[in-house]
């Protein structure tokens, strides 16, 4: 009897042991995995750092509250990187938000350099920020909001380009060129925005240019004056020709696409979608040939029709914006010399020379890029390829 109760009491503690020995490993397994878990966050908490910015940290239940759960009827924009909200603050101020997507093309290095960048810029010609939202997942930036919405929702659209008169145009212009010049020569830090379009110059109340979205934008320090990469981004009609095929940027990459969006502007077309009875050029291959026949003025038939405009001025700013787009970034001028020459009809101006990408698109191709790229009397959106937006 004592020999099997012996048995039993070891048999007993053994499993006892067993069993600790388990409740033990899982609690240590637990243990591990509570401890990686938290050392996970750590880490993202500490890639979202921005302490040393200056910068308003809204909760995400006020922000889910200002754009009514993110409610459709909000929807004021939508791009590459996510969906923009309009949204009223508990204050009453109304801003937009700008909500990064789970899926998005914009990564966290993305976002930081918008968040530290845009934070630390001061013009009346950039979008301001008011303040950012970092919880769980979600990533957002808060702007002031832009009541007349971006410059392409006026200038190509038939019925509201009129609204748009040709010195209200002339600001415009005058605006981004000098934002631009703000960020290439007279911030702290020099930036090169890389995505400058019509969609990211958005309009207040009074329809003054804010420029906006600095995901893409990239700084340079001290004599630096050129960068190169393997990841090409940004939006095809306005990038310049060195970034698209050799992937170098500089301050004469804004230039270009500022040349872009200028004769946009000025005749109230879109580069990549022109399109004419007699040649398969792009907008700036239309302005090129009308330039070289002295006929550079009728590209601004919806000028005209405004009857309230300067004709020289507005052939001035045909001139300085085929400058802009010539296709050596050496011919090019500083943003300096754009506000410069277009501010004083005094100065000089020189013979452009022929734009980058001077070449008839063929309508019979089949092209692997966009559908945009294909014959120019399609219905057409701009969408991303090769990382562009």
Same mark, same amino acid.
């Given at each position: 009897m004592a020999a099997a109760e012996f048995h039993y /009491?070891?048999?007993?503690?053994?499993?006892?042991?067993?069993?600790?020995?388990?409740?033990?490993?899982?609690?240590?397994? !637990?243990?591990?995995?509570?401890c990686l878990i938290k050392k996970r966050k750590a880490k993202r908490a500490s890639d979202? /750092?921005?302490?040393?910015?200056?910068?308003?940290?809204?909760d995400l239940t006020t922000v889910t509250n200002a754009t009514k759960k993110f409610s459709l009827t909000n929807m004021i924009g939508e791009g590459g990187f996510?969906?923009?909200?309009?949204?009223?603050?508990?204050?009453?101020?109304?801003?937009?938000?700008k909500r990064l997507s789970t899926n998005s093309g914009q990564g966290l290095q993305e976002f930081k350099s918008e968040v530290i960048l845009i934070a630390r810029l001061q013009? $009346? /010609?950039?979008? %301001?920020?008011?303040g950012c939202c970092l919880e769980g997942d979600e990533r957002m930036l808060i702007y002031e909001y832009m009541p007349n919405k971006s410059l392409d929702y006026f200038i190509f659209d038939q019925d509201r380009?009129?609204?748009?008169?040709?010195?209200?145009?002339?600001?415009?212009?005058?605006?981004?060129?000098?934002?631009?010049?703000?960020?290439?020569?007279?911030?702290?830090? %020099?930036?090169?925005h890389r995505d400058l379009k019509t969609s990211n110059i958005l309009l207040d109340s009074d329809l003054n240019p804010k420029i906006s979205d600095f995901g893409l934008a990239r700084t340079f320090g001290g004599d630096q004056t050129e960068s190169k990469t393997k990841r090409v981004v940004g939006t095809y009609g306005y990038m310049s020709p060195e970034y698209v095929v050799d992937g170098k940027f500089s301050v004469k990459s804004d230039?270009? !696409?500022?040349?872009?969006?200028?004769?946009?502007?000025? !005749?109230? $077309?879109? /580069?990549?979608?022109?399109?004419? !009875?007699t040649h398969h050029h792009n907008?700036?291959?239309?302005?090129?040939?009308?330039?070289?026949?002295? %006929?550079?003025?009728?590209?601004?038939?919806d000028v005209a029709e405004l009857l309230f405009f300067v004709e020289s001025e507005v052939v001035r700013c045909i001139q300085v914006g085929l400058l802009c787009v010539q296709k050596l970034p050496q011919d090019r001028p500083t943003m300096a010399s754009v506000v410069v020459m277009l501010s004083n009809e005094t100065v000089a101006l020189p013979q452009p020379k022929e734009p980058g990408f001077f070449v008839e698109r063929n309508c019979a191709e089949t092209d692997t890029l966009t559908s945009e790229e294909r014959c120019p009397t399609q219905n057409l959106l701009t969408i991303s390829a090769l990382e562009a937006r």
């Open positions: /009491n070891k048999k007993t503690r053994l499993v006892l042991i067993f069993v600790i020995s388990l409740v033990c490993g899982m609690l240590i397994v !637990s243990f591990l995995i509570f979202y /750092n921005v302490k040393d910015i200056e910068l308003p940290m809204l996510g969906i923009v909200y309009k949204g009223t603050l508990p204050t009453g101020q109304e801003v937009a938000v013009h $009346r /010609n950039l979008v %301001r920020l008011l380009k009129t609204l748009l008169t040709w010195q209200k145009r002339f600001e415009i212009i005058m605006g981004i060129s000098r934002g631009l010049l703000y960020l290439h020569q007279d911030s702290r830090l %020099r930036i090169i230039v270009f !696409s500022f040349g872009v969006l200028l004769l946009e502007i000025v !005749s109230g $077309r879109k /580069n990549r979608t022109f399109h004419h !009875s907008l700036l291959g239309h302005v090129w040939l009308l330039w070289k026949e002295g %006929r550079a003025f009728e590209l601004a038939n």
